[in-house]
């Protein structure tokens, strides 16, 4: 059976404290692993997509990378703007979503 | 263009009465995603459509629930009887690209609550 498990399931930061999120899978036939930020009251919003281990992708203070079991999503410098709920999803013919990690970052 | 547009954002209703979704659609993509997003199991597929034609609907939970697609430009998911246990956020989402199915823009969704 497909598994996403992200960790932690919140994380709560200093501004300027950098960190890293979690996110393991266990799927069959794995085509991309997908992030997303979804901000209260909003829907997901797409930030990267990762095909092969070893790749990595940025986006101004966040950089996502790839193992053949894992992604993580590393939070550098994060500023109050960055909390959001971060949720990753690993696509086989659909995307399967983990339950997210809630970033709280304080000023 | 101004993307996925869903209706109702907040719907309340009672135990037994039908509950209809609606999801206006970017014109010209070519699937449709319903989710549904709970606090204990998070963002679920639903039903998904390729060219308004259903292909997967196994994560429908039961036969309470039912979604159409009758052209491009429309679509709804059907509760009938609604329960309490379908208190949920429903979510339209559809590719940002033709054919790219991990890279989906999403509706602000349809908060519902069961009473």
Redesign the interface.
Known sequence: EDQVTQSPEALRLQEGESSSLNCSYTVSGLRGLFWYRQDPGKGPEFLFTLYSAGEEKEKERLKATLTKKESFLHITAPKPEDSATYLCAPRTDKLIFGTGTRLQVFP | DAG?IQSPRHEVTEMGQEVTLRCKPISGHDYLFW?RQTMM?????LI?FNNNVPI?DSGMPEDRFSAKMPNASFSTLKIQPSEPRDSAVY?C?QP?EQGN?????????SRLTVL
């Open positions: 996925v989710y199991r998070g963002l679920e597929l998904y997967d979510f989402a940002a199915t991990g890279e989906l823009f999403f509706g602000e969704g």
